[in-house]
């Protein structure tokens, strides 16, 4: 298990990677750690974006050990807090994990789409969010929230087993063919914010994120 992801040092940032084709001009996006108020921990992250283009994300991510093997079990849990006054900013919120291993992508990302409310999943493949058919309850402002997913891969499928929200357990069983990149030995997880329409700017808290794995 690695706790403790958002204090982690090495995290990284991209805003234009977020968009079609992953290029573009990206909004103003920032990443602050050591936030004691809100926080669960005494030791909370704070990733906003400040305004840009419609529909464009800042998106964050921080490289973890490597993993010799396809894993055979995955959990991302994290706990989130929106500020009342950004409770309906968000475009989207958007968490995944990603390794690499044997030259094949293993993507497993979760959108918290506003515009559909509902739940989402990514083919890494087509570079396409899918509908899952589990409704989003927009996150109720100014309380933690507990967000947690499983997964793992079978041959070379990536597999999406489920979603836990704040105890409501979402049965998935979404799979995906990885994707051939031929790149290094990789594995990573990330979080990322989306603007709207409007541009409309704001801030999601982050604490209690960590990883658990076998391969």
């Known amino acids: 298990m690695i706790g403790g992801i958002q204090n982690q040092q090495g995290w990284q940032q ?11 001009q990206g909004p103003d ?4 750690q050591g936030i004691t108020d809100p926080s669960l921990s005494g030791h909370a992250a704070d990733f906003f974006v400040n305004g840009g283009p419609a529909y464009t994300g800042g998106y964050y991510f921080v490289e973890q ?16 807090y929106i500020p009342g006054q950004y409770a309906n900013a968000p475009q989207a919120i958007e968490f995944e994990c990603q ?3 044997n030259g094949l992508t293993y993507n497993f990302a979760w959108q918290a789409d506003y515009d559909s409310n509902g739940w989402r999943v990514f083919n890494y493949t087509t570079k396409q969010w899918e509908p899952t058919g589990i409704p989003l309850q927009r996150f109720a402002p100014d309380t933690w929230h507990h967000i947690v997913s499983t997964y793992h891969i079978a041959g070379t499928q990536a597999i999406h087993d489920t979603l836990v929200v704040d105890g409501q357990t979402y049965n998935a069983n979404i799979s995906h063919e990885a994707t051939q990149t031929g790149t290094r030995l990789e594995f990573t997880n990330g979080f990322q914010v989306d603007l709207n329409a409007a541009s409309t700017p704001y801030h999601v808290f982050v604490d209690n994120m960590q990883i658990t794995v076998a391969d």
Do not use: A, I
């Open 29 to 32: 996006y920032h990443m602050t």
């Open 65 to 80: 050990p490597t993993l010799p093997n396809p894993l055979t079990y995955l959990r991302y849990e994290f706990d989130m």
């Open 14 to 24: 991209c805003g234009g990677c977020g968009n079609v084709g992953g290029t573009g």
């Open 99 to 101: 390794q690499t291993v």
